[in-house]
């Protein structure tokens, strides 16, 4: 109680002596000093002896990570993992990734986060640019305005599919501002799809189930 009282005043006042301190509070002058010094060293400059990884190496680290998240194939943990434990066998380094490492990467790096990213096939993720979208509905409207269709002879169709072989939801490695991280896998696999539709006239057609045909 004495020390954290002495801390205060001297954080309030640090024109005063650690001489004064001591005898005010009766806390030895060698505890105040070790005390205030080490309060002076930044959190990140304080541990850097104890971090597995140099700063400089941190940095590479980030700047990995980025690059794949920028290329959309965002890396999972054990591609960190697996990276971290390269860099310490390239100084012959014996030392372990611990379990939370990964969270003390993320307080260091703030702008890197884990999240949950979705599977999406390769093809799938090219037809999701905006101005795809904005083309078909125009041409869309453009039909229908020329052949004067109406609301109950058009159809608004979904399609669901399911692809054999391909990965579900996962924890990957990104950008903390990333919204909606996708995994994008290749589009090579056998798919079970799911087709419903609704009229403009609210008329449900019954759902449509397609399987890969027999050869």
Not at 36 to 49: E, K, L, M, N, R
Not at 68 to 96: G, K
């Amino acid at each position: 109680m004495r020390l954290q009282a002495a801390l205060k005043a001297h954080e309030a006042d640090p024109n005063l002596l650690l001489r004064q301190l001591s005898l005010m509070f009766e806390v030895p002058k060698s505890t105040l000093h070790n005390r205030i010094s080490q309060d002076s060293i930044p959190a990140t400059a304080a541990h850097q002896t104890q971090q597995l990884l140099s700063i400089s190496a941190e940095e590479a680290l980030s700047v990995w990570i980025k690059k794949w998240d920028d290329y959309e194939f965002p890396t999972r943990r054990r591609h960190v993992y697996q990276m971290v434990q390269s860099l310490l066998r390239a100084r012959n380094s014996r030392d372990q990734v611990g379990e939370h490492w990964l969270s003390c990467f993320f307080g260091r790096h703030p702008d890197l986060d884990a999240k949950v990213g979705r599977c999406l096939d390769r093809e799938w993720a090219l037809a999701t640019d905006l101005d795809s979208f904005k083309m078909h509905l125009d041409w869309f409207y453009h039909i229908r305005c020329k052949f004067h269709v109406k609301d109950e002879d058009t159809r608004n169709t979904d399609g669901k599919g399911f692809a054999i072989g391909l990965g579900g939801a996962s924890t990957i490695i990104c950008r903390a501002s990333c919204r909606n991280p996708s995994i994008i896998q290749d589009g090579g696999h056998d798919w079970v799809t799911i087709v419903e539709a609704i009229s403009g006239g609210a008329k449900v057609l019954p759902p449509l189930i397609i399987f890969k045909a027999n050869a």
